[in-house]
């Protein structure tokens, strides 16, 4: 079974610092990476996904991820942050061609943006 | 358009209470899930129904049944309340082989005393 670890469980930034929230994954075969967000209050939503092809991939918010397959790493990163990007980030792995069931979520990186 | 709705939003029971929670989509996907979510433990499934008429274990089923009733909804029940089920419940539905794209309800915050 796959697991995964998100290094940082509370991160800290000022606006319009650079963000980099780490996430490494443990599964033998390939896989597929997602980051969701959940911003205060509200439900998740997937903000960027893997699935093959290029490693660099862009996602809604300016966020964009690199999957490094001799890391086994899915790296979340940001430029410049915002005061609305304060919200939890959950990364996410599934053996490709899987059914969603087998989604296995990391704990979590809560992320508070100081204006 | 509603997505992924549930009810109640908020709820607290007693202990040995038993109560359900009621979701539903309309975005006519096959699969649906129940979550639960606790501080520093991420989410973990309960729950899920890959097709109307099918329901399986994910990885915490105790303490708690399904049921599909159609398509577009599927419920999740607590028999016997415990403050350990004190929790944010969420309900996500997707494509079959969708492989992890997942649309998620907002969530029932549940206590239980």
């Known amino acids: 079974a796959q697991s995964v670890s998100q290094h940082n469980h509370h991160v800290i930034l000022s606006e319009a610092a650079s963000l980099e929230l780490g996430c490494n994954y443990s599964?033998?075969?390939?896989?597929?990476l997602f980051w969701y967000v959940q911003y205060p209050g509200q439900h998740l939503q997937l903000l960027l996904k893997y699935f093959s092809g290029d490693p660099l991939v862009k996602g809604i918010k300016g966020f964009e991820a690199e999957f490094i397959k001799s890391k086994f790493s899915f790296n979340l990163r940001k430029p410049s942050v915002q005061w609305s990007d304060t919200a939890e980030y959950f990364c996410?792995?599934?053996?490709?061609?899987?059914?969603?069931?087998?989604?296995?979520f990391g704990k979590g990186t809560k992320l508070s943006v100081i204006p | 358009n509603a997505g992924v709705t549930q009810t109640p939003k908020f709820q607290v029971l007693k202990t040995g209470q038993s109560m359900t929670l009621q979701c539903a989509q309309d975005m006519n996907h096959n699969s649906m899930y129940w979550y639960r979510q606790d501080p520093g433990m991420g989410l973990r499934l309960i729950y899920y129904s890959a097709s109307e008429g099918t329901t399986d274990k994910g990885e915490v089923p105790n303490g708690y049944n399904v049921s599909r009733l159609n398509k577009r909804e599927f419920s999740l029940r607590l028999e016997s309340a415990a403050p350990s089920q004190t929790s944010v419940y969420f309900c996500?539905?997707?494509?079959?082989?969708?492989?992890?794209?997942?649309?998620f309800g907002e969530g029932s915050r549940l206590t239980v005393l």
């Open positions: 996410a792995v599934t053996p490709s061609g899987a059914g969603s069931y087998q989604l296995t």
């Open positions: 996500a539905s997707s494509e079959w082989g969708a492989s992890g794209e997942l649309f």
């Open positions: 599964y033998g075969g390939t896989v597929n």
